[in-house]
């Protein structure tokens, strides 16, 4: 079985920073791409950025030049960083990895965390 773990959420006021991190553990061969959602209440699930096996990232127009999203192969882990919060950037994030397994790739999910931008 695989597991994506993430931690690191919480409450922050407008123009903080906040890191979130995903753990992979389990049964894996390699990770693919690893991704960020985030569904804010009432609106449907939207990707944020994602990060292919070699680095090469991609981001949401809203989150550019403000969020950065890295991972550390060694340690089956993502992270995104993300700076000069605004209050529309409140929403529960999920985690995301394309992950390879003895004899299947399948797209994993994290169990997702709140952050909350907030004066």
């Known amino acids: 079985q695989v597991q994506l773990v993430e931690s690191g959420g919480g409450l922050v006021q407008p123009g903080g920073s906040l890191r979130l991190s995903c753990a992979a553990s389990?049964?894996?061969?390699?990770?693919?791409?690893m991704y960020w959602y985030r569904q804010a209440p009432g609106k449907e699930r939207e990707l944020v950025a994602g990060?292919?096996?070699?680095?090469?990232?991609n981001y949401a127009d809203s989150v550019k030049g403000r969020f950065t999203i890295s991972r550390d192969n060694a340690k089956n882990t993502g992270y995104l960083q993300m700076n000069s919060l605004k209050p529309e950037d409140t929403a529960v994030y999920f985690c995301?990895?394309?992950?390879?397994?003895?004899?299947?790739?399948?797209?994993?999910w994290g169990q997702g965390s709140q952050v909350t931008v907030s004066s």
């Open positions: 995301a990895a394309d992950i390879r397994m003895a004899y299947a790739i399948r797209r994993y």
């Open positions: 389990g049964s894996i061969v390699s990770i693919n791409a």
């Open positions: 990060i292919t096996t070699g680095g090469i990232t």
